[in-house]
């Protein structure tokens, strides 16, 4: 099939829209981001993050805490990735000096009242853990492995604080993390003698300060640690318990390592894969279930389809013609439009929509140019790809349309551009209202809202009729075979060709070829871990689209074999039933791998979940729908039809 001016300018338009993403003003870096050199003394702002629990999974704004505060507040300027993950990214009082070591320094003293106490109590409870920023490295705390000497893995940020019991007692109580003991690594250019950071760790600690005198602000000399008698906080042998009307002191030492590690490769230690083996196994387990499918495919294509053409395309007598069995029977209904055909065209437009986003997607962040070091700018992308898309979905739902003699094109854009992004629109609206009603920042503003809307009504929707008004102008798309007037009755099917088990049937081997895959996709989100594996996923990706078009295939021949060609929507229906066993599997994970405990917290896991596998519906759809258009139509225009 010849490449249509509509997907040109689609993936033009999204080629552009990367690139220009990936090009920061100062000059061109894969990463999308320009490194900063730092002098001796040089001022290091530390910004705050969200507040983030895996067990809740609402993330809150860092001062909606009690916490130090600076004197004015600044929200860093986020763009609409950032927004949707619910990133609040804001100054904060704690500031370095490049390459100078400080000791116990003082941030504040807070005085807890009952809402404060309440308050911390909660996400201390719940587990919620701090996120900051310095020169665009989120702060981790370093674990060491069990099973490896000597290695460590990161833990995102640290929590707010810890349950504990004192020695001798029975109550629990809580204890907040008050001292931080932030280490950041730098690289050194010998010759230029500046400095890059390529670390930004910490190591948190609860102490029940005590001082000297009378309390002056930053001036106060602290018992507990003191940069003068180089008294350095090692343990939490004495922790700050969370207590009404007491103080709470907040304080951090900063030690500047110098590291080999180069600027360029600075995530790569937050990013180290220790289960390579797995996805490599994935792997193979999809490539063991591709070949299967392969193998069943050739043998349908090269011994009985060949053995078919020519048995048929033999046929002496009209005896033996009036005789003929098999899919050859149902040549004059095979290409009879389905009932509900206007919705298939809507569907398959819409599964041509995800394919062209998540192609393109996956082609930019396998060359670098969406790394974790740019944040947001996966989900931004893929907003605006979707929106791009839009092009492709009203092309190719149109020429599916006129196909089926449809004549009005306009109708069948309007439920192309709205049928897919309004239901999600609705599920993802009332979602945020239930974030919206427990005070999270993880709740769009409404102006990020608007901004959703105009992107969906100002760009998506026009594309989707020009795509519409291109596809349905070219000329129709012509049957291989004629269509008989009177439809021909279906026999008997036996069993196994139900259409229902049938379609349940087809969707385990998509889903069994990316579940490994998808299980390190789930984590990533919802255990709040980095997923930067892109080639893997590129690989699963190709893979999953084989074994939705051979599975669609194999059982679309032996439903033609059978004289059953009411193939359309089955066609469909039989690979797109693999997002039934992705959210079955969504289930199965909740329970077994998450601790969401809260109840809106769980209705926003199994909304969001729907959403995907929505979407997983109408991508793997599409593929079997365009494999089994492909698979008949080569197979009827092989064969004499008298």
Avoid at 375 to 399: C, I, K, P
Avoid at 518 to 545: D, K, M, P
Wanted: with cysteine.
């Amino acid at each position: 099939m010849a490449v249509s001016p509509a997907a040109a300018l689609a993936v033009a338009l999204a080629a552009l829209y990367l690139v220009a993403l990936a090009l920061p003003a100062a000059g061109f870096y894969l990463p999308g981001v320009a490194p900063n050199d730092f002098d001796k003394k040089d001022l290091l702002p530390v910004k705050v993050n969200k507040l983030t629990s895996i067990k809740t999974q609402l993330p809150y704004s860092f001062y909606s805490l009690p916490f130090c505060k600076p004197d004015t507040i600044v929200d860093s300027a986020e763009n609409l990735g950032e927004v949707l993950r619910g990133d609040r990214i804001e100054n904060s009082p704690y500031t370095f000096e490049m390459r100078e070591p400080q000791m116990c320094q003082i941030v504040c003293k807070i005085s807890v009242g009952e809402k404060e106490a309440k308050l911390l109590k909660e996400k201390i409870e719940d587990e919620y853990r701090v996120n900051m920023i310095l020169d665009n490295l989120p702060l981790v705390v370093p674990i060491q492995r069990v099973d490896q000497e000597g290695a460590y893995f990161y833990q995102h940020g640290f929590h707010v604080g810890a349950k504990g019991k004192y020695s001798g007692s029975k109550d629990e109580k809580y204890f907040i993390h008050n001292h931080l003991s932030f280490t950041v690594k730098y690289h050194r250019d010998e010759q230029r003698d500046v400095s890059r950071i390529v670390a930004f760790e910490v190591k948190p600690y609860s102490v029940k300060h005590e001082h000297e005198g009378q309390w002056n602000d930053k001036k106060t000399r602290l018992t507990t640690c003191d940069p003068h008698a180089q008294r350095v906080i090692t343990s939490s042998d004495s922790p700050q318990e969370v207590e009404v009307g007491k103080d709470i002191i907040f304080t951090y030492d900063v030690d500047f390592k110098e590291s080999d590690i180069k600027w360029a490769s600075r995530w790569d230690s937050y990013l180290l894969m220790t289960d390579d083996q797995i996805h490599w196994f994935s792997i193979v387990n999809s490539l063991m279930i591709v070949l299967f499918l392969s193998g069943m495919v050739a043998m349908i294509m090269l011994r009985t389809l060949y053995r078919d053409i020519s048995k048929y395309n033999q046929l002496e007598t009209q005896e033996e013609a009036q005789e003929e069995t098999g899919w050859k029977l149902v040549h004059g209904d095979a290409f009879r439009p389905p009932s509900n055909s206007d919705w298939l065209c809507v569907y398959v437009g819409t599964g041509v929509q995800f394919f062209g986003m998540l192609l393109v997607t996956m082609v930019f962040a396998v060359l670098g140019f969406l790394s974790p070091s740019n944040r947001g700018g996966l989900m931004t992308a893929m907003l605006l790809l979707w929106v791009f898309m839009g092009l492709l979905a009203g092309y190719s739902s149109s020429r599916l349309y006129k196909l089926f003699k449809g004549s009005e094109w306009k109708n069948i854009a309007l439920r192309t551009a709205f049928t897919f992004p309004g239901s999600v629109f609705a599920i993802f609206f009332f979602l945020n209202a239930l974030i919206w009603g427990q005070k999270s920042s993880g709740a769009v503003p409404f102006t990020t809202m608007f901004a959703l809307v105009l992107l969906w009504f100002g760009i998506s929707v026009p594309l989707v009729f020009v795509g519409s008004f291109l596809g349905f102008k070219k000329s129709a798309i012509e049957d291989p075979v004629k269509t008989n007037k009177i439809p021909r009755q279906i026999p008997e099917q036996a069993w196994y060709m139900n259409p229902i088990f049938s379609i349940l049937i087809g969707g385990i081997l998509p889903f069994g070829a990316v579940f490994i895959e998808l299980f390190f996709i789930l984590t990533s989100i919802w255990l709040h871990q980095f997923y930067y594996i892109f080639g893997f996923l590129f690989l699963v990706f190709l893979i999953l689209i084989v074994t939705c078009a051979e599975i669609s295939i194999v059982l679309c021949y032996f439903q033609l074999c059978s004289e059953d060609y009411l193939w359309w929507w089955r066609s469909y229906l039989t690979s797109g039933s693999s997002a039934i066993y992705l959210f079955l599997y969504a289930t199965f994970y909740f329970f077994t791998k998450l601790e969401i405990t809260k109840f809106v917290s769980a209705v926003l896991y199994f909304g969001y979940m729907l959403i995907a596998s929505y979407a997983f519906f109408a991508l793997t759809g599409t593929i079997g729908f365009y494999a089994c258009f492909l698979f008949t139509r080569l197979i009827y225009s092989s064969v004499k039809i008298e």
